[in-house]
């Protein structure tokens, strides 16, 4: 929020008429006040109370301060803010991520699978304000977490809450394709796309990933296959959501990059493997080239007027010194 004024020119007269008036009401005191001694000839004249003066100088600087904030309000006080609003749509992501027991081996350059992956699609929803981007979940069971939405805050809180384990320890990627091509269908989105990052073959589940595959590219969607990892014994270590312990080990990684490459070949999409965080991050590069449309941003200017505030303000202390002297002090002008 940035305050400003409209009219600044009656913000310049109200800061000069103070000490104007302040300068007047001194000289008319002094050439209109008619001295008459009270007390006896040659005698000490009469001094009002020193309570009485200091209300009188109270009174004073609280009528100064209502007509100064009447100036303030005339000068036209706001507030403005300016935010990018993009003049077109983006793309309708939804990310499929596995999160069977196997995505938290430990080969990602000393991270986990499932860390690495949490952080560049983090770090992806940051670089695509105009994108409104979905989560799902895959596990032995498949689940819709959040629908594509533009609000980066409540997919984040998603994000960071999702873990290991908490849908089982099965990989049933036909069922989380099979989410995608559900939800996915509805978009109005002008690019609508489907990105599943996973570690592992399919070992459950009611629907074959290919055939799920196949309802992506008949709804429209792009369908993106990223795989993690690769063959081998990786060390393992994560904590059981369902049991609360941490489980350490070695894993037999039994990545199966022919099946990955026939479930996006059989989507129309395109599979990319990523055994490393370098290639994770290049395939999160492609992707993004592949399939983002550029947005068109344009700053929006939103403006807030304060002086209504400011006016009643001012009317308040006017009146409360008038009241003051008229019923307190016994002033009749």
């Given at each position: 929020m940035t305050p400003g004024f409209e009219r600044p020119l009656f913000l310049v007269l109200g800061c000069g008429s103070i000490p104007l008036i302040i300068l007047l009401s001194r000289y008319y005191k002094n050439v209109l006040t008619l001295d008459m001694p009270l007390g006896p000839p040659g005698g000490i004249s009469f001094r009002a109370p020193g309570a009485i003066i200091?209300?009188?100088?109270?009174?004073?600087?609280?009528?100064?301060?209502?007509?100064?904030?009447?100036?303030?309000?005339?000068?036209?006080?706001?507030?403005?803010?300016?935010?990018l609003v993009w003049l077109n749509r983006g793309a309708d992501i939804l990310f499929v991520i596995d999160i069977s027991p196997s995505m938290a081996g430990l080969d990602m350059d000393g991270q986990s699978r499932f860390d690495t992956a949490r952080q560049l699609v983090a770090d992806f929803a940051e670089r695509q304000p105009a994108c409104a981007l979905g989560l799902a979940a895959v596990g032995s069971e498949a689940s819709l977490l959040l629908p594509p939405t533009v609000d980066r805050e409540i997919f984040s809180e998603r994000l960071n809450t999702l873990r290991i384990g908490e849908l089982g320890d099965g990989t049933a990627l036909g069922l989380g394709l099979g989410i995608g091509a559900l939800h996915i269908h509805r978009s109005t989105a002008p690019r609508r796309v489907v990105v599943l990052i996973t570690d592992g073959e399919n070992n459950t589940g009611a629907v074959h990933p290919e055939t799920a595959a196949a309802a992506l590219r008949m709804a429209g969607a792009s369908l993106w296959v990223i795989g993690l990892g690769s063959g081998g014994e990786v060390p393992i270590d994560y904590v059981d959501p369902r049991t609360g312990k941490r489980r350490t080990g070695v894993l037999d990684s039994r990545f199966d990059s022919e099946s990955l490459e026939a479930i996006a070949r059989e989507g129309g999409g395109t599979y990319i493997a990523a055994p490393s965080l370098s290639s994770f991050s290049e395939a999160f590069y492609r992707m993004a080239e592949g399939e983002i449309a550029v947005g068109h941003p344009a700053p929006l200017t939103r403006t807030r007027n304060f002086h209504g505030p400011l006016i009643i303000t001012a009317l308040c202390l006017l009146l409360a010194a008038r009241l003051v002297r008229r019923y307190v002090l016994g002033e009749f002008l």
């Open positions: 200091l209300l009188l100088r109270v009174l004073f600087g609280l009528e100064l301060c209502g007509i100064f904030l009447l100036f303030a309000a005339a000068a036209g006080p706001r507030f403005s803010s300016t935010q």
